[in-house]
């Protein structure tokens, strides 16, 4: 029988994606997701992507009944990949009990039902939002990690030491946090993606639906930056990428080829890109002409950041393999499949 894992938060972005990953690689998947931020027709088109449906429950994590009695009834899980949490930046400032409520209640309640269940492995959602600005680029696992801007920041942050504790503590519990640069793009088939609700925050959403129409256009955040053509640096890595990256965390999970039993990653194409260089990129790659205006910087961006990925390529023997025009075009093929764009 194949492996079962479990995939909180297994109808979103980077969930759903991962999903799909997994049972292309011959794992067996449960979601657990209270669709707080996803919908219930994502599992038919994993189904539709995979030819297999993973099995889905709806309940909140931060309950903590909830959690232990899932891990009684679903004694064969192997490993958990935690995805679940809320993600807005700005409504974590303005909401910051809901974050810490529902992003470290739940992690604890899973770590707890793991142990109480002998479930070992765990692998975690985390964000190079850990380095804040930092002094030196790229930044490495060794990059110290800096105070969070936000309150969802600092969640990420705050849930990497309870991991790294609860391993330390038990030495029969596995973690890997994975450090994302900035998730773009959505899965070459177009059935699954990034969904924003109301005015998307992050830069690729806001692109594709001022391509699309919804948007009149582009408000670029500060050209004044210390940066060559004076926008700011990120390093956009493909989803579908990134989701082979949680694969092949599993994989070394299941195998016992991790080195400690708390382990961290980033997970970046190593490949600054300004703001200017997305939307340029983003042209060409669709043909499509962007409206844009520069306006004021925003409030609580760092300047620059991009990964430097050695560890993870030479640990986990995983790269970003995806061109980033691809990305963009998957990105735009999305938003086209969700409004009913030709
Ligand atoms: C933010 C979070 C990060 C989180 C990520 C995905 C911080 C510091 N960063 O990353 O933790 O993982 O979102 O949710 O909290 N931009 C524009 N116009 C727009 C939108 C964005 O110019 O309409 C620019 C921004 O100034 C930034 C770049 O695009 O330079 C990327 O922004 P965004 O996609 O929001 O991601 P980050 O802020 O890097």
Same mark, same amino acid.
């Not at 599992?43 to 959690?67: C, H, M, Q, Y």
């Given at each position: 029988?194949?492996?079962?894992?479990?995939?909180?938060?297994?109808? &979103?972005? *980077?969930?759903?994606?991962?999903?799909?990953?997994?049972?292309?690689?011959?794992?067996?998947?449960?979601?657990?997701?209270?669709?707080?931020?996803?919908?219930?027709?994502?599992?038919?088109?994993?189904?539709?992507?995979?030819? !297999?449906?993973? $099995?889905?429950?709806?309940?909140?994590?931060?309950?903590?009944?909830? /959690?232990?009695?899932?891990?009684?009834?679903?004694?064969?899980?192997?490993?958990?990949?935690?995805?679940?949490?809320?993600?807005?930046? %700005? $409504?974590?400032?303005?909401?910051?009990?809901?974050?810490?409520?529902?992003?470290?209640?739940?992690?604890?309640? *899973?770590?707890?039902?793991?142990?109480?269940?002998?479930? #070992?492995?765990?692998?975690?959602?985390?964000?190079?939002? /850990?380095?804040?600005? +930092?002094?030196?680029?790229?930044?490495?696992?060794?990059?110290?990690?800096?105070?969070?801007?936000? +309150?969802?920041?600092?969640? !990420?942050?705050?849930?990497?030491?309870?991991?790294?504790?609860?391993? #330390?503590?038990?030495?029969?519990?596995?973690?890997?946090?994975?450090?994302?640069?900035?998730?773009?793009?959505? #899965?070459?088939?177009?059935?699954?993606? $990034?969904?924003?609700?109301? @005015?998307?925050?992050?830069?690729?959403?806001?692109?594709?639906?001022?391509?699309?129409?919804?948007? !009149?256009?582009?408000?670029?955040? %500060?050209?004044?930056?210390?940066?060559?053509?004076?926008? +700011?640096?990120?390093?956009?890595?493909?989803?579908?990428?990134?989701?082979?990256?949680?694969?092949?965390?599993?994989?070394?999970?299941?195998?016992?080829?991790?080195?400690?039993?708390?382990?961290?990653?980033?997970?970046?194409?190593? !490949?600054?890109?300004?703001?200017?260089?997305?939307?340029?990129?983003?042209?060409?790659?669709?043909?499509?002409?962007?409206?844009?205006?520069? @306006?004021?910087?925003?409030?609580?961006?760092?300047?620059?950041?991009?990964?430097?990925?050695?560890?993870?390529?030479?640990?986990? &023997?995983?790269?970003?393999?995806?061109?980033?025009?691809?990305?963009?075009?998957?990105?735009?093929?999305?938003?086209?499949?969700?409004?009913? *764009?030709?």
């Amino acid at each position: 029988m194949a492996n079962l894992i479990l995939v909180t938060g297994g109808t &979103g972005f *980077i969930g759903s994606h991962t999903v799909v990953e997994l049972q292309q690689a011959g794992y067996d998947v449960i979601i657990v997701d209270n669709l707080s931020n996803s919908k219930i027709e994502v599992v038919d088109n994993i189904a539709k992507i995979t030819g !297999k449906r993973p $099995e889905f429950e709806n309940f909140d994590l931060s309950n903590r009944a909830d /959690v232990l009695n899932f891990f009684l009834r679903h004694k064969d899980i192997k490993a958990v990949i935690h995805f679940a949490a809320f993600k807005a930046v %700005g $409504e974590s400032v303005n909401k910051p009990l809901e974050y810490y409520r529902n992003n470290v209640n739940s992690l604890m309640n *899973i770590l707890e039902a793991m142990k109480f269940t002998g479930v #070992h492995n765990l692998v975690f959602s985390s964000s190079c939002t /850990v380095y804040g600005q +930092p002094e030196k680029l790229p930044v490495t696992e060794a990059t110290p990690r800096l105070p969070a801007e936000s +309150p969802y920041g600092n969640t !990420k942050a705050v849930n990497e030491d309870i991991i790294r504790d609860f391993c #330390h503590a038990n030495a029969d519990i596995n973690g890997i946090a994975l450090r994302y640069f900035n998730p773009i793009g959505a #899965h070459p088939s177009a059935l699954i993606g $990034e969904s924003p609700v109301g @005015v998307p925050n992050n830069l690729v959403p806001y692109i594709t639906q001022t391509a699309a129409g919804l948007r !009149k256009e582009l408000s670029i955040f %500060g050209n004044d930056y210390n940066t060559p053509d004076g926008t +700011p640096i990120r390093d956009y890595i493909n989803v579908v990428d990134l989701s082979k990256a949680h694969v092949v965390a599993i994989a070394r999970l299941l195998n016992g080829k991790n080195k400690s039993n708390y382990e961290y990653f980033n997970i970046g194409t190593g !490949k600054g890109l300004s703001v200017m260089e997305l939307v340029n990129a983003f042209m060409k790659a669709t043909g499509v002409n962007l409206p844009y205006k520069i @306006v004021a910087r925003r409030a609580g961006d760092i300047e620059q950041i991009y990964a430097d990925t050695t560890l993870a390529n030479n640990e986990l &023997g995983w790269k970003a393999e995806v061109p980033i025009e691809d990305t963009l075009a998957s990105a735009w093929n999305w938003e086209k499949h969700v409004r009913g *764009i030709k």
